[in-house]
């Protein structure tokens, strides 16, 4: 009789090895690769080889005994959603999937051998997904399965680079539901925590996340199941708002600024503004973002980050006065709020001049600037009568926003106040018809 031994063991985040009767119910809980370590642009699932800062695949130990005889352990798994690899970076050459199986050289100075498990895509149950050791006779066919691992994998969503000062939405989807799912925050920046959490916990597969200020790397950690974890990076990018030198305008208006509460200065001018020959209100700041630096790479996440202007705008008065002093325009829209900008925007100008979307890091400060040139009218002819009289008043805000460009968990649909601006447009004025 010979007896051979082979046997795998699923690790934990704490390095202990999940119990031989419960490897197959729950077994092992491994995440999608789908986040982006090394900041490549590229999902960590799609690189065949090194990835700086890997930290997603979930370890697996292979221990073997001398089976007296000659022959040759594999390791296979005919699961389509998940990878074998040899190191946990993902830089071995030695990797297994649903089409290769990977043969193990056993040495007994060495009977333990390492391996790492990536999810490529969400599972269809849990411990759906299967890894056996086999041992085959190099002489005739005898081959035994000497142990089989479950594993369910799961997938983490939500937006990997954000302004600071922004909140967002990140859920965790564990096939066949989780055992006490929950979202803990371990790196949060000045103000960042949880929505609703107790000690930056909340129990769950859905988290909202306020991200606080400052250039650094966040990290949420999603738990499926207790002994398994993602820690999901978010680069977190640092708006400043920076203060502007005052200018001169021509009569009739003098230069003045509002200071914002929170963040920087937005100085508005009135009356014609020097070189541009037009009358209005020019607002104006200088931007500048600022990413953080993690494996290897300095400035993360300022290409994904734009800030513009949305302005708002409230309808105090819009009336028009007659020759016959009985008949009055007023318009429908007074006490109404409307939002500034064409139709289907939400910029009040999308021109690049008011706009900073950075093509780089080299190119991540800019001056953004709209001019807005407010008119009011009324009907020229009420009837019989003429318009002699307009009285119009509009209250604006301005805002300074910032969003990112990623769509997951409809990121790209928040829009961050980093500066904002109140000012108003009163017209009391005689017509003369001729």
């Given amino acids: 009789m010979t007896i051979i031994k082979g046997d795998l063991g699923i690790v934990k985040i704490n390095g202990s090895e999940v119990p031989e009767q419960n490897e197959q119910s729950p077994g092992g809980f491994v995440p999608v690769n789908n986040d982006d370590d090394d900041y490549d642009g590229t999902a960590d699932i799609l690189n065949i080889g090194k990835v700086n800062g890997e930290h997603d695949l979930v370890q697996m130990n292979v221990h073997l005994g001398d089976p007296g005889i000659a022959g040759i352990y594999t390791l296979s798994t005919t699961s389509p959603t998940i990878r074998i690899w040899g190191n946990a970076d993902k830089s071995s050459p030695r990797m297994a999937d649903a089409n290769n199986p990977l043969e193990i050289i056993f040495t007994q100075s060495r009977p333990t ?30 081959t035994r399965v000497l142990d089989t691992v479950y594993f369910t994998v799961y997938e983490v969503k939500g937006p990997q680079n954000v302004p600071d000062y922004s909140t967002h939405l990140y859920t965790g989807d564990v096939p066949g539901g989780g055992y006490k799912e929950s979202w803990t925050l371990t790196a949060r920046g000045k103000d960042g925590k949880l929505i609703g959490g107790t000690n930056n916990k909340v129990i769950g597969d859905t988290a909202t996340i306020h991200w606080g200020g400052g250039a650094y790397v966040g990290k949420a950690v999603f738990t499926p199941w207790p002994g398994f974890e993602m820690e999901w990076n978010v680069n977190v990018v640092r708006v400043d708002i920076v203060t502007l030198t005052k200018g001169a305008a021509t009569t009739p208006g003098k230069p003045f600024f ?26 104006a700041s200088e931007v500048t973002l600022t990413g953080p630096t993690a494996n290897g790479v300095n400035q993360r996440g300022v290409t994904h980050i734009q800030v513009g202007f949305v302005q708002n705008v409230t309808i105090d008065t819009s009336l028009g006065l007659y020759s016959d002093l009985t008949s009055l325009s007023q318009n429908s829209i007074i006490g109404q709020t409307y939002l500034d900008a ?39 002819i009420n009837g019989s009568a003429k318009l002699t009289l307009v009285v119009t008043v509009y ?18 649909d928040v829009f961050t106040s980093r500066a904002v601006v109140d000012w108003k447009l009163a017209v009391d004025e005689v017509v003369s018809l001729t």
């Fill in 342 to 380: 064409s139709p289907g925007e939400v910029y009040y100008s999308d021109d690049p001049s008011s706009v900073l979307k950075p093509i780089d890091a080299a190119n991540r400060t800019k001056i953004i600037a709209i001019v807005d040139t407010p008119a009011g009218k009324a009907p020229l």
């Fill in 113 to 142: 051998e390492t391996f790492y498990v990536e999810g490529l895509t969400i599972g269809a149950a849990q411990a759906s997904e299967q890894i056996q050791l086999k041992w085959t006779a190099a002489q005739g066919s005898m």
């Fill in 258 to 283: 509002f200071k914002n509460d929170n963040d920087g200065f937005v100085y508005v001018f009135s009356g014609k503004i020097n070189g541009l020959g037009v009358e209005g209100i020019f607002m």
């Fill in 395 to 412: 209250n604006f805000t301005t805002y300074i926003v910032a969003q990112t460009d990623d769509t997951a968990n409809d990121a790209a």
